[in-house]
């Protein structure tokens, strides 16, 4: 059976399904969504200052009534913000906007510039109790080995792309090495993979389970002991997504959606030199 939670290596527990708040731009909507996301049933929220919509998301989580000890907030801090003074204020200014005195989680959003500063620094806010469990995020084996190696606090989490295209055999070898959980984002290939959905072999899974291929996708995600993390503005398609632990996939259909796998990244090529170059033009929003 699939578990609700995962526990992280701090003890923490974290909901093993939560909701994505990327590109929900405008005000009203970001806070009717993630306040029905909320009402619908989701626990965790996944929020980060690059996506500008902290402070609706905070206005959402407010609107919901849901005590704060039932929600799991997760921020990030960019990469432009990671010096050390920059970190801590990044992760003030999202307690403020989300309106909370402590994150559950908050991630390195990418692997560049000054990590190691920015690692310590969340070290030090973990340490003081504002952020219950740090971790990172399109981080690649050999940069996730090394920051382990060379400091004090093992990341709880690397949030990396995953679906059933891109399903990230390799590194999540070293990430259960390490003891790093792994988290989804995209698990739909945010909606601009969708062939993904059209293939024969999800699909003929998905009618002998009477399950979508959308929940066919984080089931499996489930079943690897992957945590998800799915955006939708539709209360139905959230409704569904969360409604994915009443089947189990057996054995064989498990392999049948691992042959999906293309071994890469759909999204974002977070190690490819091209995005180091172009990463500081994209749009921060302060
Ligand atoms: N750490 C990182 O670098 C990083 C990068 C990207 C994303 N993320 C996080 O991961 C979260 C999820 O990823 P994502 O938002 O990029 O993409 P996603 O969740 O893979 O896909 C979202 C798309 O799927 C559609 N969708 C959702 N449920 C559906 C359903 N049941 N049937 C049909 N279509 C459905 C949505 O449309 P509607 O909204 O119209 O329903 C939207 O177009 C983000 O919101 C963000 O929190 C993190």
Same mark, same amino acid.
């Given at each position: 059976?699939?578990?609700?939670?995962?526990?992280?290596?701090?003890?923490?527990?974290?909901?093993?399904?939560?909701?994505?708040?990327?590109?929900?731009?405008?005000?009203?909507?970001?806070?009717?969504?993630?306040?029905?996301?909320?009402?619908?049933?989701?626990?965790?929220?996944?929020?980060?200052?690059?996506?500008?919509?902290?402070?609706?998301?905070?206005?959402?989580?407010?609107?919901?009534?849901?005590?704060?000890?039932?929600?799991?907030?997760?921020?990030?801090?960019?990469?432009? #913000?990671?010096?050390?003074?920059? /970190?801590? $204020? =990044?992760?003030?200014?999202?307690?403020?906007?989300?309106? @909370? !005195?402590?994150? &559950?989680?908050?991630?390195?959003?990418?692997?560049?510039?000054?990590?190691?500063?920015?690692?310590?620094?969340?070290?030090?806010?973990?340490?003081?109790?504002?952020?219950?469990?740090?971790?990172?995020?399109?981080?690649?084996?050999?940069?996730?080995?090394?920051?382990?190696?060379?400091?004090?606090?093992?990341?709880?989490?690397?949030?990396?792309?995953?679906?059933?295209?891109?399903?990230?055999?390799?590194?999540?070898?070293?990430?259960?090495?390490?003891?790093?959980?792994?988290?989804?984002?995209?698990?739909?290939?945010?909606?601009?993979?969708?062939?993904?959905?059209?293939?024969?072999?999800?699909?003929?899974?998905?009618?002998?389970?009477?399950?979508?291929?959308?929940?066919?996708?984080?089931?499996?995600?489930? #079943?690897?002991?992957?945590?998800? /993390?799915? $955006? =939708?503005?539709?209360?139905?398609?959230?409704?569904?997504? @969360? !409604?994915?632990? &009443?089947?189990?996939?057996?054995?064989?259909?498990?392999?049948?959606?691992?042959?999906?796998?293309?071994?890469?990244?759909?999204?974002?090529?977070?190690?490819?030199?091209?995005?180091?170059?172009?990463?500081?033009?994209?749009?921060?929003?302060?």
């Amino acid at each position: 059976m699939v578990k609700k939670t995962i526990t992280l290596n701090n003890g923490v527990e974290m909901p093993m399904i939560g909701f994505g708040t990327y590109q929900i731009t405008d005000p009203e909507v970001c806070a009717e969504t993630v306040c029905n996301a909320i009402n619908v049933g989701y626990h965790l929220i996944d929020a980060a200052p690059a996506y500008g919509n902290e402070l609706y998301v905070g206005e959402g989580i407010k609107r919901s009534g849901i005590k704060r000890e039932d929600l799991f907030v997760t921020s990030k801090v960019w990469f432009t #913000q990671f010096e050390p003074e920059q /970190v801590r $204020k =990044s992760v003030m200014t999202s307690l403020e906007r989300l309106g @909370l !005195d402590y994150l &559950d989680l908050v991630l390195l959003h990418w692997p560049f510039g000054n990590v190691y500063g920015a690692w310590r620094t969340l070290e030090e806010l973990y340490a003081e109790g504002k952020i219950r469990a740090i971790g990172v995020s399109n981080f690649a084996a050999s940069q996730l080995v090394d920051l382990i190696t060379y400091n004090k606090v093992v990341p709880a989490v690397n949030q990396i792309e995953t679906n059933l295209l891109c399903q990230q055999f390799d590194l999540r070898k070293w990430m259960d090495k390490y003891g790093v959980a792994h988290q989804a984002y995209a698990p739909f290939g945010q909606g601009i993979a969708n062939e993904m959905f059209s293939d024969p072999r999800v699909i003929e899974v998905a009618e002998k389970y009477g399950k979508s291929t959308r929940q066919v996708a984080l089931r499996y995600m489930l #079943q690897r002991g992957i945590g998800v /993390v799915p $955006k =939708s503005n539709h209360v139905e398609r959230m409704k569904a997504n @969360l !409604d994915i632990f &009443d089947f189990e996939l057996s054995d064989e259909d498990m392999e049948k959606l691992h042959s999906m796998d293309r071994g890469q990244n759909l999204i974002f090529h977070s190690q490819a030199p091209e995005t180091v170059e172009i990463a500081t033009t994209w749009p921060y929003y302060d």
